[in-house]
Nanobody
Framework: DVQLVESGGGSVQVGGSLRLSCVAS????????MGWFRQTPGKDREGVAI???????SYVDFVKGRFTLSQDNSQRTVYLQMNRLKPEDTAMYYC???????????????????WGQGTQVTVS
């Protein structure tokens, strides 16, 4: 099993920045792809970005140029740096881990086996 714990959410003004962290623990964590998703009440969970086990990244169009993924393998931590935040970025953000998530369908929640509890981001 893999356990994921997110942190770093909070309230920020429009145009501000936040850095979310996801600490992973468990068996063979380094072999997993790590994705970030977000969800607002009444809407489906949507993919934001993914980082593969080899460090490759992919982003959805609406965050490209504003959000950046990075990872610290020694700490088993993935970071989502979010800049130039907009009100529409307000959501609960979730970290997810999947063994075979990299591919055309990486932004689909069904591609991931493990999820964190989420961290709230509010932009106003």
């Amino acid at each position: 099993d893999v356990q994921l714990v997110e942190s770093g959410g909070g309230s920020v003004q429009v145009g501000g920045s936040l850095r979310l962290s996801c600490v992973a623990s468990g068996d063979r964590v380094s072999r997993y792809c790590m994705g970030w998703f977000r969800q607002t009440p009444g809407k489906d969970r949507e993919g934001v970005a993914i980082i593969g086990a080899d460090g490759d990244t992919s982003y959805v169009d609406f965050v490209k140029g504003r959000f950046t993924l990075s990872q610290d393998n020694s700490q088993r931590t993935v970071y989502l740096q979010m800049n130039r935040l907009k009100p529409e970025d307000t959501a609960m953000y979730y970290c997810a881990a999947g063994q075979s998530s990299w591919g055309d369908y990486w932004s689909m929640p069904s591609e991931y086996e493990y999820w964190g509890q989420g961290t709230q981001v509010t932009v106003s």
